[in-house]
């Protein structure tokens, strides 16, 4: 498997179902914020997203947010979704996503990250043996480094396509 392959691709975050979760293997959901449950420029969550997530959590996952964006961002989502949080979480480092399975109490195996990003969120989660899904990016960030990542991202999303088959969960290479 590389190490920058999603374990699933989806659209937005409400396509990301608990069956798709629970067929992965899935116990605990770490969520990344810009362009996940909101847009990168928006303070705002996106539509359906909080109800989403409450549904993740009546349906028993233990979700989390985790976020390389600072305190004042992060933590005004948190409370906006009723969810504990990292800041400046330092992705694709294992950092942060160790210390958010820890507070969740599962193993590494049983954690999704749930993002945009393939240099970041999905190799931070190849990484620590987590899952990843990555969705499309809600907006395109303006930073330098973001449009780079974002070229070299295009022809990888290219080659895999929208989604993998099966509900989502990709074959080993």
Known sequence: MSILKPTALRGRCGDVTPG???ELGVKAV???VDNTIAAYSS???APGAVEWTRGLEEAG???VIVSNNYKKRVEAFAARFGLG???FAM???P???LRARRALGARCRECAIIGDQIFTDVVGANLCGMKSVLLEPMELEEGFTFRVRRYFERGLRARWGRTFPQ???QNNE
């Open 30 to 32: 770490l969520l990344d």
């Open 61 to 63: 996952f233990r979700v």
């Open 20 to 22: 798709l979760l629970r």
């Open 167 to 169: 509900g989502g969960a």
């Open 95 to 97: 950092f942060g996503y």
């Open 43 to 45: 303070h705002e969550p």
């Open 85 to 87: 949080c990292f800041c």
């Open 91 to 93: 992705k694709p480092l």
